[in-house]
């Protein structure tokens, strides 16, 4: 099990950086400027992808019986290799990744980059503008202005967070709380979750509501780790 993982992460790390060389060398042919990745990043970019989901449903596609009525040879043992290989990878990845990506340095902005945060903060701006003005319009029309304020009040602090991560990444306090925000979220997730369990344990629930409750708490789960 840990020889296939090792091969895996050996492959999976050959595999991303051929590419980031071919994507080099076809930028090199068109004229564009080169920057060659460090190795960390190399390895981060290799680990980041192992998720196992693929595996997981190949594995457990395999027939439980032959066409002569015969078992499946070593079904068990593939999804127990496979299961144990995803396993260790998930663990390997989570120790490794914080220490590749602590300090990891960042290429420089290139000029269309630079460009493009400037299109992004001018037309963040012109939104706020548009909103502002379209706000007390829209409420004289409809006759009800607190309705509009607070809709347009949510959608200019929107525009303003993305205005202030464009023109201020190296102080990006809203990306910071937002990040903040997400893992709290995450943790009171799992602690709703194990309460549930818990007391379905305890009571004896009814098996429909907890699992309803649980896949409404994964569903959300998924979309903050997405």
Partial sequence: MVAITAALALLRFLWVWASLRLTLFRAGRRGEPKRVPSMRLVAAVAL????????LAGVLTFPLVMNDGSPFPAREL???????????????SGIA??????????????????????LMAAAATA????????QHRLAERSGDP???????????????????R??????????????????????GIRAERDEIFRRARAQRSNDEV???LVRNLDLVEARLTR
């Fill in 48 to 55: 980041a992808g192992v998720k196992g989901a693929i595996t």
């Fill in 78 to 92: 593939a999804i127990l290799l496979a299961a144990g290989v995803i396993v260790l990878s998930l663990i390997v």
């Fill in 97 to 118: 990744l914080p220490n590749l990506l602590k300090d990891l340095p960042l290429p420089p902005e290139t000029a269309d980059e630079r460009e493009e945060q400037r």
């Fill in 127 to 134: 939104a706020i503008r548009a909103v502002e003005a379209a």
């Fill in 146 to 164: 607190d309705l509009y304020a607070e809709a347009a009040v949510d959608i200019m602090r929107r525009y303003r967070d993305r205005l202030e």
């Fill in 166 to 187: 464009v023109e201020k990444p190296e102080a990006n306090m809203s990306g910071m709380r937002n990040a903040v925000e997400r893992e709290l979220r995450l943790i």
């Fill in 210 to 212: 907890v699992r309803r």
